[in-house]
């Protein structure tokens, strides 16, 4: 069975710096997804990143930027120069079927 | 371009009722995914169409089904609810049935009382 575990339920970050959200995975299958989505109060889940597991390079969506461990099994995402529109509850997905239970982000003007 | 569209997107019914959940993918989507989301159990994935047939299914009790009709349209049906299916159902939708990455709708606030 699939599991992802995201270890902080909260997390929260002072405007301009910088935040690393945690998450572990586990699967049996070698070739796979990790993603990361958001969802603020509207509740639309919004797809922050994207990784494929067969590629080493790590993701980068501007701001946002992936840590990617394969044998560790680790999918951190990293968020530079916060943004009060970054506050939302984060999740990480491996592929479609599996989520964490997310990371509640605070941004502080 | 029209997002995923979900309606209602608020409902509330009583126990033991049956609700009917309506899912409008992306223009050219073939692929609808079904999410629950509670507080306490996060997203769970209830089911995935692609082309009108199921294709994966979670760990969900029979009452739960769900459907896709021929414009990739789905619809998702829970019968003699429970007030522990009060939730948001999220819909999702992709081109193909390869997970790189969905487009989730608004969802639907189901209430059961």
């Known amino acids: 069975a699939q599991t992802v575990t995201q270890s902080q339920p909260e997390m929260s970050v002072q405007e301009a710096e910088t935040v690393t959200l945690s998450c572990t995975y586990d699967t049996s299958e070698s070739d796979y997804y990790l993603f990361w989505y958001k969802q603020p109060p509207s509740r639309q889940m919004i797809l922050v990143i994207r990784?494929?597991?067969?590629?080493?390079q790590n993701a980068t969506e501007n701001r946002f930027s992936v840590n990617f461990q394969k044998a560790a099994k680790s999918f951190s995402l990293k968020i530079s120069d916060s943004q009060l529109g970054d506050a939302a509850m984060y999740f990480c997905?491996?592929?479609?079927?599996?989520f964490g239970k997310g990371t509640l982000l605070t941004v502080n003007p | 371009k029209a997002g995923v569209t979900q309606t209602p997107r608020y409902l509330i019914k009583t126990r033991g009722q049956q609700v009917t959940l309506s899912c409008s993918p992306i223009?050219?989507?073939?692929?609808v995914s079904w999410y629950q989301q509670t507080p306490g159990q996060g997203l769970q994935f209830l089911f995935e169409y692609f082309s009108e047939t199921q294709r994966n299914k979670g760990n969900f009790p029979g009452r739960f089904s769900g459907r896709q009709f021929s414009n990739s349209r789905s619809e998702m049906n829970v019968s003699t609810l429970e007030l522990g299916d009060s939730a948001l159902y999220l819909c999702?939708?992709?081109?193909?049935?390869?997970?790189?990455?969905?487009?989730f709708g608004s969802g639907t606030r189901l209430t059961v009382v």
């Open positions: 223009s050219g989507h073939r692929s």
């Open positions: 999702a939708s992709s081109i193909g049935q390869a997970p790189r990455g969905y487009t």
């Open positions: 997905a491996l592929d479609k079927l599996t």
């Open positions: 990784q494929e597991a067969y590629k080493q």
